[in-house]
Each structure stands twice: as C-alpha cells, then as structure tokens.
C-alpha cells in the first residue's frame, strides 16, 4: 500500500509556541491533502483540505490563521499550529488522497503544556 | 441531523468466532463506504471500500455489506485472531463530490484467546 510518513511523531511544546508538522507521501503524487484530528476515543474530524499549489479550505470552527497549511509540492504538505494553546493538545494526522482512497499517516502526538 | 453510528464503543469476542460491527447513518447518501482499522497511537489503515451499487465485498478474512435502504453497512471478520483486535472505524462520503470523508467513533474490538 502506499507510503505516507509524519514528522515529528511527538511532540511537547510549551504554551504560545508554534508547532509545524510534515506529512510526505514517499511513493505516490498526492493533489489533495486532509488533515485531521482526533480527541481521545472521538472520531477523526476534519480540519481543512488543500490541493497543491492553491489555499486550503478550513472546514467550520477550524481557524485558518491558527492552524496554517502549506501544499507546497505533490508530496509534501505541512500544518503549522501557531501559538498553541493547552486545547490544541491531540493527535494530527494527515491523509494524502489518491483517487477516492484515502492513505493515513500515522500521526503526530501534539501535547501543549 | 447528519450523524455515523457504530453500534458499541467495545466488543468482546472469543478467539475463532465472527465479529460483526455495525455502521449505521443518517440523513447522508454516501456513493461509498470505507472501513478502516487503527491501532493505539496509529493512524488509520485503509481496509475495504464499499460502492452504493454492491451488496458486498469480501476481502481475505474480511466481508463488507452495504444496505442502503437500512442505511447500515456490517463488518465481518470470520475465524478472528487475537492480533486483529484494534479500534474499526466506518467512513463514508459526504456525497459532495469532494472526496471528503465522515467517520464514525469507531468500535474497540478486543479477540480473546
């Protein structure tokens, strides 16, 4: 199946930081990245969709300005969680598209103390 | 309202015998449904898709149903093993067009030995 690696797995950051975290699809062209997140024993909830090279689209009650994405190639996309705060504290997972399959990375830990 | 429902938070089932897991919507008309295995601290595992137009799909040790009319689709997973205990989550498209995807909370399946 297809490749997808997240960077970093784990993450502790103090409050009012910035976080970025890369998601790369390693061995296929990816044009539409979802990023999720997920609370304990919650579902995965839909953060924003980008494609590469244009804006993401934030779903309701995501702030863009909080949590920014950068499609910037077919095989890399970054969120970058600005001045994180104690609430942002979950688990982030990326997900490249390929046709109408989805491939999950395998997340990233994010504890804001 | 719009809501995925996975029949239990966690189901016990002795090594050897037939798990089922219940998915069940409202108020979407998915063109797919998809069911996807996570471990602790993992990202989700794509395992079966499910088109409106099948019944069923099978899949090594695995079956998918989708019912559209009852709006439910079941998982099975037949002669289970200790190693597929996992969390089993249901996902199916918003029916946008957009490839996004809804998923449920997910089922806690633990296989006794």
């Known amino acids: 199946g297809a490749v997808v690696s997240q960077h970093p797995s784990r993450v502790i950051c103090k409050s009012g930081t910035s976080v970025k975290i890369e998601c790369r699809s390693l061995?296929?062209?990816?044009?539409?990245m979802f990023w999720y997140r997920q609370f304990p024993k919650q579902s995965l909830m839909l953060m924003a969709t980008s494609n590469e090279g244009s804006k993401a689209t934030y779903e309701q009650g995501v702030e863009k300005d909080k949590f920014l994405i950068n499609h910037a190639s077919l095989t890399l996309s970054t969120l970058t969680v600005t001045s994180a705060h104690p609430e942002d504290s979950s688990f982030y997972i990326c997900?490249?598209?390929?046709?109408?399959?989805?491939?999950f990375g395998p997340g990233t830990r994010l504890t804001v103390l | 309202s719009q809501k995925i429902e996975q029949n239990s938070e966690a189901l016990n089932i002795q090594e050897g015998k037939t798990a089922t897991l219940t998915c069940n919507y409202t108020n979407y008309s998915p063109a797919y449904l998809q069911w996807y295995r996570q471990d602790p601290g993992r990202g989700p595992v794509f395992l079966l898709l499910i088109r409106e137009n099948e019944k069923e799909k099978r899949k090594e040790r695995l079956k998918v149903t989708f019912d559209t009319t009852l709006k439910q689709s079941l998982f099975h997973i037949t002669a289970s093993q200790p190693a597929d205990s996992a969390t089993y989550l249901c996902a199916l498209d918003d029916g946008t067009g957009d490839d996004k995807i809804i998923f449920g909370k997910g089922t806690r399946l633990h296989i006794l030995p």
């Open positions: 061995d296929f062209q990816a044009t539409t």
């Open positions: 997900s490249p598209s390929l046709t109408d399959t989805q491939y």
